[in-house]
């Protein structure tokens, strides 16, 4: 019960009207050393409850003790505008009893309307990277003050080249801060030089990495002969398949506004997210899928993380996640807080290989699938290597060492190239690349020549 950790009665209020009854692992895990006012390093899967973790302990913190006079008391780094709506919202519920004011920083908002919001001196920041370091180039916010500093997918900023940004911030905070940091691996390959100097003595906390495994989803592929192909196969598990809400992932937005013209064509009710659409149609198309207006959203990696809408239990990688990690972000949109969830691959011949490294870095043995009244000419490989990936066949291979024998035998009629430095450099020390024929040279000086 959340009530074991001696919270302020406003945010166990405010606990209760979630119907939040029992505490997550992370939540157990983190709350008692935050409260003890430790910096914590934790590494947890998405969906799991961490951003209660470290709103609740602080949160409570700032309610005991004395507000400062001027400047925000904590700051919250996120990587993307989705993600740091997502924890505005959070942030509303938990906070809800109290007195305590927010801002939200990031892009999408115009400069002059957050220089504003700066001015009232709210407690809380929630931001972006790269708006908050403009709003610090240009003198508005103050960290002076600071006493709590928050980042959460600090492996998300990396990926998306934030660290700089991220460090010249953290040197504009309090030195006398507390720091949590969130990321879903520890063991990324920049994490080491972002915590240096950032925490002191950090008790890192490790629950769920990336490579366990999601227990309560079931993860299937499906083989596809091309985009068309794959296309009629979205359409045909939409139809077929019982949800409420489904996600589908393609990795280009490109790829994501093609598909969504065919899905909608189909007559089915969805909406398409990508970098490329302003923030107010973000905004619109994430609250319809939230009112049920819609209950398919087609999307790029941007909205991979972020993004929690109940009901989702459906998620459909159009294009194979490009890593590992990708994959886990994808398919943790689905069977979040311990709900069952169905996360299917699209497999054409090209992303053989690229599925079976992503199953075997993350341990996961896919559930092949196969719809009949959508069968393609592409059965999966011939033959598989003990790997996983797709093996070539002895006609494969002789047809490859036919094709090697004759371009070698095309090879050795092919005319040597006369160039114009060789012709340049003849009767000097240089030596031409290729023999050229000899032709008289004009009059002149006789070339320098080395004493014997």
Not at 76 to 97: C, D, S
Not at 224 to 243: I, Q
């Amino acid at each position: 019960m959340f009530s074991e950790f001696d919270l302020d009665k406003r945010l166990l209020k405010a606990v209760d009207k979630l119907g939040f009854e029992k505490p997550t692992p992370v939540q157990t895990a983190t709350i008692p050393p935050a409260l003890a006012h430790k910096d914590l390093l934790v590494s947890s899967e998405t969906g799991s409850g961490k951003t209660a973790a470290f709103l609740l302990p602080t949160l409570h913190q700032m309610l005991v003790k004395a507000a400062p006079e001027t400047g925000s008391r904590m700051l919250i780094l996120l990587p993307t505008r989705e993600l740091a709506r997502q924890v505005m919202k959070h942030f509303k519920q938990l906070a809800a009893f109290t007195h305590l004011k927010f801002a939200l920083i990031c892009g999408g908002e115009t400069f002059k309307f957050q220089r504003a919001m700066f001015r009232k001196n709210p407690e809380v920041i929630i931001a972006t990277p790269g708006r908050l370091l403009e709003h610090i180039e240009h003198g508005t916010p103050d960290f002076e003050a600071l006493e709590f500093l928050i980042l959460d997918e600090a492996d998300r900023m990396l990926d998306m080249g934030l660290s700089e940004d991220v460090l010249k911030i953290v040197s504009c905070c309090n030195v006398d801060r507390q720091t949590l940091l969130f990321s879903a691996t520890l063991n990324h390959r920049g994490l080491s030089k972002m915590m240096a100097g950032m925490l002191r003595e950090p008790e890192a906390i490790r629950l769920n990495s990336v490579r366990d495994r999601h227990q309560n989803i079931r993860q299937q592929i499906i083989v596809a002969d091309d985009s068309l192909h794959k296309g009629r196969l979205t359409d045909w598990l939409l139809s077929n398949e019982t949800f409420d809400k489904a996600m589908i992932f393609t990795n280009t937005r490109i790829q994501a506004d093609k598909l969504g013209s065919y899905l909608r064509s189909r007559g089915q009710r969805m909406g398409v997210l990508h970098g490329d659409l302003e923030q107010d149609e973000r905004n619109r198309i994430m609250q319809l899928l939230r009112q049920g207006i819609i209950n398919v959203l087609v999307a790029t990696d941007v909205a991979a993380r972020g993004i929690d809408v109940k009901g989702v239990d459906l998620v459909i990688n159009f294009d194979m996640a490009r890593s590992g990690k990708e994959h886990v972000h994808r398919i943790g949109r689905t069977g979040r807080a311990g709900e069952e969830g169905l996360a299917i691959c699209l497999i054409s011949p090209q992303e053989w290989n690229l599925m079976s490294s992503v199953g075997r870095y993350l341990r996961i043995d896919f559930e092949q699938r196969m719809i009949e009244s959508q069968l393609g000419k592409y059965k999966g490989p011939h033959k598989v290597k003990a790997s996983g990936k797709a093996a070539g066949t002895k006609k494969e291979k002789e047809k490859d060492r036919e094709k090697k024998e004759r371009q070698k035998k095309k090879g050795k009629e092919v005319k040597i190239k006369q160039r114009h430095r060789d012709k340049k450099n003849i009767g000097k020390r240089r030596k031409p690349t290729v023999q050229i024929e000899d032709k008289p040279t004009p009059s002149g000086f006789k070339p320098l020549m080395k004493k014997k």
